[in-house]
């Protein structure tokens, strides 16, 4: 069964960063992809990143793209997200997802292409 679990989260004032780490166990081969997602107060979840882990291949939101960074970390099955520049639109609860399947999700930031999900951390980035 595979497991995921998120930590990371914590209070940063703007501007700062924070480094998100998702740890992933009992994948049964090298064929999946990990994403990043985040669901605000009153909003719908969002997929914020993503690196599929046989080509290495990562995808960003618009909104994240150059302030957030995907890597993978293989020998620990450690994905992480480093976020860099926050904003106060960038608190939320902040997922890691995985899909079980070879090749990147033909929606890669879509949540409904991920079949196993971590509990979150939360992000709150206020001053």
């Known amino acids: 069964q595979v497991q995921l679990v998120e930590s990371g989260g914590g209070l940063v004032q703007p501007g700062g960063s924070l480094r998100l780490s998702c740890a992933a166990s009992?994948?049964?081969?090298?064929?999946?992809?990990i994403g990043w997602f985040r669901q605000a107060p009153g909003k719908e979840r969002e997929g914020v990143s993503c690196i599929n882990n046989e080509y290495g291949n990562k995808y960003y939101a618009h909104s994240v793209k150059g302030r957030f960074t995907v890597s993978r970390d293989s020998a620990e099955n450690t994905v992480y997200l480093q976020m860099n520049s926050l904003k106060p639109e960038d608190t939320a609860v902040y997922y890691c997802?995985?899909?079980?399947?070879?090749?990147?999700?033909?929606?890669?930031?879509?949540?409904?292409?991920?079949?196993?999900w971590g509990r979150g951390t939360p992000v709150t980035v206020s001053s």
């Open positions: 009992g994948f049964t081969n090298d064929y999946y992809t």
């Open positions: 997802a995985a899909d079980v399947h070879r090749g990147v999700p033909s929606r890669a930031l879509d949540p409904d292409e991920y079949d196993y």
